[in-house]
C-alpha cells in the first residue's frame, strides 16, 4: 500500500530531521490521514465513522493520543486509519510505546 510507505518516509523525517521538517512531516502526515479517510470512507468506512478518524487525527495533532486511541477504538473493524494513527503515535518523540511494540507493528504491518 503506496500511502503507507509515504507516511512511514514522512514519520521518520519527523522523528530524524530539524524542527521545520518535523512541522513539515507532521502536517503532511495528517492532511494524508485526511485523505485516506476521505478516500477509503466512501467504499469502507460510514460517515459516523469517517467523523470519527477525523476527529482522532485532531487529538492526536494537539498531543492527546490516548483519547485518539480511545476515539478510533469506536470503529468496527479497525482499519488502515486506526494503523497510521497507532504508527503516528509510536514514532513521535515521548511515545510510550516500548520497542517490542514498535518491532510487532513493523513486522505485521510491512508495506
Known sequence: MPIILFLKMLMSMAVHSSTGTKLFAALAVST??????????????SRNDVSIHRSATAKSERGHWTLAHW?????KPPLTAKKILLWMDMARRGTDRTFGQVSRFISANPT
Do not use: R
Request: contains cysteine; proline residues 0%.
Open 32 to 45: 494524508a490521514c485526511l485523505w485516506l479517510v476521505g478516500t477509503v470512507g466512501s467504499d469502507l468506512l
Open 71 to 75: 476515539i478510533t477504538a469506536k470503529v
